[in-house]
Structure formats: structure tokens, C-alpha cells
């Protein structure tokens, strides 16, 4: 992990308390300068293969242009643009400029050299024009021989592209200590045995240390801030197991439907596309055990061991621990809202799920016996992430029922988003002459407590750990692997008639089978946003 994240002086003279400035805008109006949250990164020419796409322009872009403004990026820092659309570099530089109407003059003066090369990720001219501009790149951009591949295209072509700069000789670390790393975007195989072949694939071009499976739940400070509660922290760890907890719930809901990509969800559904990756890796670092140090392969070494420990399920088993559902028309926040199966390039019939409720099991000394509910879905009524740790009662309630009939168990809240924070909720005496107990809220608010600290976003973040080297927030192979592992029976019994699919309305919690399968375990699903309120926590609008 860096050591040190705050490395970079402010270059603006005028800088505010935070190292942030304001700096004349294009349009007349005052600019933001971001402040110095990472450290300064070395030259490098970045290729982004799938240049053209969506991700590039919603996120990979937008990301570098705060990384420029914030002084992180080096004069030698250029984007050579891959993708087939025909672009000339002049259409390409544009298009890099729509997407990033926020940069500053840092950055628009660094995409002056970027270049794009129009062409196929099989054929050998795309590989020979990018050679010759990596070369130009190190001789008149200073780029140093340093090269950061990013795979953002439809992943049936990652290994294709992989292979291809292995044959043209772009992979190795070149003269002079320079490196060449890729970056992998998600889904990284779409079962065990595609994730397999992938990583073949890649080891074939790479080496597992220069390969960064991205996972950008992991560039989320609140999801890092799980280290640093667990493992800085000495009052959490003698609770953190079996005998304390009673039960550990993720949450992942989000308000938005499929949007523009109802393509790309029907390929996938909720268990590819959040919980093989995103709800693993919040599980791996809030369950697993304490690492021997920050080291990236001690960490991931300890996620690998948690992720070894989670039940993998039979078929029959697999279909009894699930609930998948699908969102009908229904209304988020007043206003209506179509079914999944109205949506564009969604089939009429599809059976696809946009709402999934698992309970896993650790098979492990610690978490034995600890029922693990995780659930995520789209079109539900709130945008919010949090993983909650809800503990036993207390072994002899001296209250009777009456006195203490509000009173839930004390529960553990690490709030990822987006009002990002961590709640204890615990019992107290509601002021007055009755001896009335309630559950109210213990709350540390990111917001409150570093005001004016503008952290980086997950991509900001991870793209300059790439650019540094640090792989400790990118998923190693095994992890995949593990994941899919665990994953792979529920596709499997979903496949087969009777798999289940239980329709509930865009704008409630999900279908009702998932209740029950809480309630077989004689508990209930939190509710993130009234349960918080119950209990004095902090009120959010919750926006999208
Ligand atoms: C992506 C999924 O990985 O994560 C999307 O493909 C989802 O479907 C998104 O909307 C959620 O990310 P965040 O950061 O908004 O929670």
C-alpha cells in the first residue's frame, strides 16, 4: 500500500486549508484546483483499448483529468486511444474533451499529444501503428519506455489483445527498469471455467505481478476504512467472531435500473455483476484474519483463505440458500418506472436477475455457526451499500418486554455508501420518569470528521495505484478464481428448470421469498434506511 498518500506539494501559491485552490475557469467562472491526495506518479504512456466506449467516457477519462489536476500525473504522460471506430486523433481529442468538460488547464495541455489508432484487435496494423506510436511517445513525450495497457473493451476480446502485445513485443519490462502493466476491467470471465481460460490467456502475455484485475469497489476510502477499523483499532477485534456476532448482513441496493446498458445486464445479472466481485471482495476484508503486514500479497493472501472458507453449495443446496428476482413497473421516488423486460435490448422473456439474496456460510473457527445474508439489486428503493454486523443479545435481559420493546440488538453498521460512515446502534433510556429503552445511534460521519478532505474517487485512485505499482486494491488471480469457485453452482442451478425467478416492483425491497429466507433463520432483513432513522442515525436523502 502507498505509504504515504499525501506526497505532493500544492503548486498553487493561493491554496486553501484542504491544498485546494480556485483558479479562473473557461467560461469565466472559478475552477476548483483538487488538492494533493496522492503521490506523484511516473511518466508513463497509457494505452485505453476500447478508447471509443462508454467506460472510457464516463470513467477512465473523467479520472485522469482529476488526476492532472490534482499535479499527480508527469509531463511525460500521454493516451494513445485503441478502439474501431474510426476516429482521426483530432475527432479523438474531442471526444476526450466532451467527456472531461471539468478538466483544467493541466489537463487540457496534456491532451494535445494524445493519438488514437482506428483498427481491429486481431489484426497485426493495429499492434505495428501502436508500436511506432509508443516509440514517438518515448522520444518526444518522455514517456520513459513505461507502458500501462488498459483493457476497457467487451471482454471476449482481452486475451485476443493480450496476446497480440505479446507478440509484438510490448509486454516485458523494457530497458532501464521501465514496466508494462494491464489493467483488467470486470467481468473477468463469465464463470470458472471462462476465468480460468482468461488467466491462462493473460499469463501467457504477462506476469501474474504486472496483470491488475481491477474491482472498483476496492478504490471506495470506505471500503479501505475496513482495514483500518479492524486492524488499527483495538476494541473491535475481541468481538469480531462467532461468539459476539449473531449475524453479518451485506447490502448493495441501488435505485437506478439497467439504464443504457440493457445489453450488457442480460449477459450478466446480479451475480456476475455485483456479487462475484464487488460483495466478495467487501466480504474478504470485513471477515478475514489480520495480515502479517500491508504488504499487497499479504493482504490478498488473507482474502484468498477467507474466500476459501465460504460454503460452496451443491445445485440443490444452491437453489435453497437464493432468491433471484426481477423488477416489474413500479415507482422509485414518485415517479414510474418500467419493468426490466421493457427496458431497451431486454428480451420479453428474460430471464435474467436484477435482485439476488444469498446466505453463505464461513466455514472457519471464527465464523462458524454466523449466518452471512448478502443482497443486491436494481430499481430498489435507495442507493445504499453497507455491510452490517448485528451482534447477540444479551445473555439475561433484566427489562421486561414492555420497557424494552424498542430495543434491537446492537448492530454494527460500516456505511460504504453513500452517506459514507459507520453507526453502532445500542440501547439507551429514553429520558423520563419510566425506565423506556431505545436503540439509538453512535455515528462517525466521513463528511463531518475530514471536512474539506476531497478523497479520490475508486478510479482516480486505483489508476494512479496502477500507474505506482501498488497492486494491494487489485484482485489477484486466485482470488477470481475463488470467487467464481464459490459462484459458479448458483448459474448452474439457475440454469436448470426450476432455478426460480420472483418478480417484485421497481421501488420495493426486493421479492418476498427473499423475507423468508431470512426469516428461516429467525431473523429479517435490515432495513437501511428506516432502521436508521428508528434509531436518532443519521437521515440522508439518499440520492442517486
Ligand atoms: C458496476 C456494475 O460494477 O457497479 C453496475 O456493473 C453497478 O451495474 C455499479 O451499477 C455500482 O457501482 P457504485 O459505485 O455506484 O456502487
Known sequence: MSADPISVAAEDSAAGPDGSSETPGAAGGKRR?????????????????????????????????????????????TVIGVARTEWTDDEFRTHVAESTPEGGPKW??????????????????TFDQLKTCLDEADRLDGTDGNRLYYLATIPSVFGLVAQALAKHACTGPGEGGSFARVVVEKPFGRDLASALELNDHMHAAFDESQIYRIDHYMGKETVQNVLALRFANAIFEPIWNRRYVDQVQVTVAESLGVEHRGGFYETAGALRDIVQNHVMQVLALTLMESPTSTDADRIRDEKVKLLQAIDIPTPDEAVDKSVRGQYTAGSIDGQPVLAYRQEDDVAPDSQTETYLALRLRVENWRWAGVPIFVRTGKRLPARVTEVALTFRQVPFLLFDHRTSRDLRPNTLILRIQPD??????????VPGERFHIRSVAMDFSYAEAFAGAEAADGYERLIHDAMVGDATLFIRSDEVEQAWKIVDPYLQAWSEPGGGLHPYAAGTWGPHMADLLVERSGDEWRNPVIDLEMSGGRLTDFPQ
Open 33 to 77: 484546483t483538487l488538492p494533493p491526495v496522492l503521490s506523484k506518479a511516473p511518466p508513463v504512456a497509457m494505452v485505453i483499448f476500447g478508447a471509443s466506449g462508454d467506460l472510457t467516457g464516463r470513467k477512465i477519462l473523467p479520472a485522469l483529468a482529476r488526476l492532472a489536476d490534482r499535479g499527480v500525473l508527469d509531463d511525460g504522460f
Open 420 to 429: 459514507e460512515g459507520i453507526t453502532l446502534e445500542f440501547g439507551a433510556k
Open 108 to 125: 487540457t495541455a496534456l491532451t494535445e499529444r494524445f493519438k488514437y489508432i482506428a483498427g481491429e484487435y486481431d489484426h497485426p496494423d
